[in-house]
């Protein structure tokens, strides 16, 4: 069974431009997270999806940044006008129940981006 | 709320040498705990979490855990280190009706020959 998969694994953008970062969770997983982590900083949550809606979008950082998840099955994370400090790695996670929070949450191998 | 403190940044150990990083809690609710290790260039990977059954808890790769409440501590441990061991190690909370994992800073252990 495939995990979670995101593409790209690495991106080098200049400031100003836009990217977009692709998540597809695990078949089944109704449960969609985004994290990222900024340079010598901990991993912070972002966005948390069930389905195609918004749970809890407490974590992102300002509207440069618009996920989406059509559908409710794969999720776009844009970043519009990128900035320096967006530069990073950006996870992206899912996980079954949301309910029994001993789930476990499953991370993908992350996008890196660099903004220069 | 909910937050996690890991003990260390960088942790030195020698090959075949005991492992430990430490990791303390805080969580206004019954917590859930989980340890994540990221391998050079990739992603994280889930080595073990407590989920309020037994309080010792055995993790891949030889790692365990013992939750106690009464240190609000998580603390990782593996008897024996392996130069392959070398990694960044993730600490996380999540509290009984949250949906989302807080994570502490991470502690980089370096495995020397």
């Known amino acids: 069974e495939a995990g979670v998969t995101q593409f790209p694994s690495h991106s080098v953008i200049e400031k100003g431009q836009t990217v977009t970062l692709r998540c597809d969770p695990i078949?089944?997983?109704?449960?969609l997270y985004w994290y990222r982590r900024v340079m010598g900083k901990e991993i912070k949550f972002l966005l948390h999806f069930v389905k195609e809606s918004k749970q809890d979008e407490s974590g992102m950082p300002n509207n440069r940044f618009l996920a989406e998840r059509t559908g409710g099955t794969y999720s776009t994370l844009k970043v519009q006008p990128a900035e320096l400090e967006d530069s990073g790695v950006y996870f992206c996670?899912?996980?079954?129940?949301?309910?029994?929070?001993?789930?476990?949450?499953?991370f993908g191998e992350g996008s890196w981006l660099t903004v220069v | 709320a909910q937050s996690v403190t890991q003990l260390g940044s960088h942790v030195s150990v020698s090959e075949g040498a005991l492992v430990l990083l430490r990791c303390n809690y805080s969580s206004s609710v019954p917590p859930y705990l989980f340890w994540y290790v990221q391998y050079p260039n990739q992603g994280l990977q889930l080595l073990l979490k407590?989920?309020?059954?037994?309080?010792l808890v055995k993790g891949i790769n030889g790692f365990e855990a013992e939750f106690k409440k009464s240190e609000t501590s998580f603390h990782l441990t593996k008897p024996s280190a392996h130069m392959s061991d070398a990694a960044e190690y993730f600490c996380?909370?999540?509290?009984?009706?949250?949906?989302?994992?807080?994570f502490g800073k991470g502690t980089m252990l370096l495995v020397s020959p």
């Open positions: 996670a899912s996980s079954q129940d949301q309910g029994a929070s001993g789930n476990t949450i499953y």
């Open positions: 996380a909370v999540r509290g009984s009706g949250y949906s989302t994992l807080t």
């Open positions: 407590y989920t309020s059954a037994a309080t």
């Open positions: 078949s089944g997983h109704d449960n």
